[in-house]
């Protein structure tokens, strides 16, 4: 819910500086969970679900705002299941040195966005790992984060009028990053 209200903020300022905006809740679609059926080739996943269209983001999209809670201390399950279904989509390539190395499959470069919200724990950041290492699968440079706890926090972000308009700030200058 803070989380929720954050990303909106932060698409606020992307829509206020001429970016195309669209949301999607995870929840809402259905996502089967990886099952490790293959070795990665980049050829893409077997299944025919949910993250279809989130393939199709991958691919289209600038700039991608990523937002979860935090939920023992990693992200939320929803986003899990999304980042895992990513695996498919890194490819080796053998290196100069003839070492095997991967790169992901998917051509389009993005910048994105992390936003991340713990309750009693002061650590809202341990959700970062976790993306650092997926977004070179999906081809994507993270620039920024809000990571705030529910405790730091004096009041729900929906009053936490700092906290807002810090969200729509940065998310007109992560709209400058690719809209010039
Ligand atoms: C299943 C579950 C696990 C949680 N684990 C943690 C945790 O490890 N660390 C933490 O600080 N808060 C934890 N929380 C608290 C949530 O991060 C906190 O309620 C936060 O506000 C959730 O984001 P939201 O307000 O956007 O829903 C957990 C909450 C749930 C429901």
Avoid at 42 to 53: I, P, T, Y
Avoid at 94 to 123: F, Q, W
């Amino acid at each position: 819910m803070n989380t929720d209200t954050i990303v909106q903020r932060i698409l606020d300022g992307c829509e206020n500086s001429g970016a195309s905006v669209s949301k999607i809740y995870l929840a809402d679609l259905e996502i089967q969970p990886c099952r490790a059926c293959k070795t990665q080739d980049g050829s893409g996943c077997v299944f025919l679900d949910g993250m279809e269209q989130i393939y199709e983001v991958y691919e289209k999209a600038d700039g991608l705002v990523l937002g979860t809670p935090v939920y023992y201390n990693t992200v939320s399950s929803q986003m899990k299941l999304m980042i895992d279904r990513s695996y498919c989509l890194a490819r080796p390539v053998i290196l100069p040195s003839g070492k095997r190395s991967y790169e992901s499959a998917v051509v389009k470069k993005k910048k994105g966005m992390v936003v991340s919200v713990g309750g009693s724990g002061s650590n809202p950041e341990c959700v970062l790992p976790v993306f650092d290492i997926w977004s070179t699968e999906v081809n994507l440079d993270i620039v920024d984060s809000i990571l705030a706890t529910r405790t730091q926090l004096s009041e729900e972000p929906m009053e936490c009028t700092e906290l807002l308009e810090q969200a729509f700030s940065k998310g007109k200058k992560f709209t400058h990053l690719f809209c010039q």
